[in-house]
C-alpha cells in the first residue's frame, strides 16, 4: 500500500490507513535523537536506539528506572524544580541538564520533555527527547571566552576603535572611544573625523568601501577647557558577516570601517615646543624687518610733503628770483634723490609658500607668543576655539602676524591706567562656508567714525609720535585681503572693540 499525500485528500483520512503503526515505532526508534517514553511517575517505559547510543545503557538496564538515573546531581534543584512545576500544568517544558553516561562520563543534554495526555485529557506519558550539545555548549564557549578577551584586549587598549557598517552606524567600539564622545562633544566622533579627513566617505563606503581607507592621517581637536589634542587616524575595511537569516547562505560579508583613532598629543606638543621656539625667532625677525620697512616708507611718506612744499615754492619764485628758484630746484632734485635711495633700501616683505594652515593652530601660536604682555597686562583671556576647523589655504606667518596685530592692538587699548575691565574674548567659529576669528576686547572701543579710517596706512589714533606709525591695521586688511577674506571693526558686547575676520572656506590666497 502506498502513501497518500495528505493535502490532496478531501474527506477525514485515518491516519492509521495511511502510514501503518510500525512505521511510527521504525521512525521513532531509528530517529537520530535520544527518544524515550515514561510513566507519570518518570519511570523509563521506552527508550530508542539513539537513547541506548547516547546514554551507553542496555535496554534491559533501564526500564521501569526513573529518569533520574541519567542525572549527575549536580544540576541544581530549581532546574528540576521548574520541569515538574511546568509538567504538573501539563505544559511541555525543555531546557539543560548534567547527565552522566553508563561510563560515569558527563554530558550536557539539551531535553524536551511533552506531557502525553489521553483523549480525556488525563495524563498518561511522558515523551522525553534530548540530545548532546556537549561539543555545541563547549564551541559556545569557546566563542564567548574569544569575544569577551577581545572585547577585554579592544577595551584596554590605549587608542579608540569604532567599526561602522556600510550604512556608517556604529556596529563595535571601545572606551577609549566613548571617553572621545564626551571629549569632543559630539554624538559620534567617528563621523566627524571621516568628515574631516575622508570628505565623502558615506557615498564611498556603499559603493566601493575600500577608496575610505587611509592611514595615519592626523588632526587638532581644541577644546575650551584643557590643552588641544592630536589625533592620528586610520581606516581600513573588514568583512562583516551578517547574523540575520537571509545571509545564511551568502559566502562574502559586507564591507565595514574600521577606525583606529590613536591620541599622540604628547608628541606633538614636544615637536609644537620646538617649533614654538623657532616660529618665535622668525616672528622676531620678521617683524624687525616689518618695523624698518614701515619706519622707511613713514619716512618716505612723511618726506613727500615738504619736498612738495619746496616744488611749490619753486613754481612761485620762478619769475619773481629765478636764481633762488634755481638753488631750490637744485636741492629739490637732490633731496628726492635721497628719498629715491631710501626707497630703494626699503626690505621687502618674503614671499611666503601657501599652505594647508589651521587657524586654531595659529591662534593658539599668537596667544602663546603675547601670554607674557597679556599677564603683566593683567587681561584675562576667553579662548572659545571652534573643537573641529577645516583647513585653510594661506600663508601662516602671514597669518600669525596678523593676529598678533590684532591682538596686540587689544592689549594697548585696555591696558591704560585706570582702565579696569580687562577682558579679551576670542573664538573661532564655522559659520557657513567661511571660517570666523572674533577678538572682542573690553577696552573703550574705536569710534564709529574711526572705524573705516583705521585701515588706511600711517592713520594712528594713539598719541607719542614715533611709536605708532598707524600701519598696523592696514597690514592686517592687506594679509587677510591676500587670502581672499575680509576683516571689519565693530562694537563689542562690552563696549570695547570687536575685530571681525573672515576667509573662505574654498577661498584661494591671491
Ligand atoms: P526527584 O526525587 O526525582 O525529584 C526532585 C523534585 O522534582 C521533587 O522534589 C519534586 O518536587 C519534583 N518531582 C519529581 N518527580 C515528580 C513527579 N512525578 N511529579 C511532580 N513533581 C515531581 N532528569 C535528569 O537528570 N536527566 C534526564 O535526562 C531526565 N530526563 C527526563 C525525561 C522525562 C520524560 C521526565 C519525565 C523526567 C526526566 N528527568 C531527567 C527528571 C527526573 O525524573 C528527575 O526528576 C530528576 O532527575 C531529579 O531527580 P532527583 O532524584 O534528584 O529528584
Redo the contacts with the bound molecule.
Sequence with gaps: MSAQPLAHSTAPIELATILPPEVYQQAVNQAELAI?I?D???RILYANECFLRVTGYQLADIVGQ???L??N?S?P?TV??E??TA??ARRPWSGK?L?KKKSGELYL?E?L?TPVLNPAGELTH???M?RDVTELHRLEKTVRNQKHLIESVIDAAPMAFALLDPTGRIVLDNQEYKKLVTDMQVREPAHHLLDLLRPGWRETLLGDAERCEFSSRETRMDRTAGRARWLSVSASCIDIHSDCADSYFCAGGQPGLLLVISDITNLREEQERARGAALKASLAEEERTAAIREGLSAAVFRLEEPLNVMASAISVLQRRDPASAEMLRHALENSREHVESLRQVIPQSPQEMVISVNLNEILRDVLEICTPRLLNAGITVDWQPSPILPPLYGRPLQLRMLFKALLENAIEAMNVKGWLRRELQISSQLVDDCIRISLLDSGPGIPEEWRHKAFEPFFTAKSGVGKHIGTGLSRAQQVVADHGGIIDLDESPSGGCAAIVEFRIDGDPI
Design positions: 524515550s515514561t507519570p511517575k518518570a526513573n529518569q533520574s541519567l542525572s546531581r544540576t534543584s528540576y524544580g520541569m515538574w509538567l504538573s541538564l547527565n543534554a531535553l520533555v511522558y515523551l522525553g534530548h
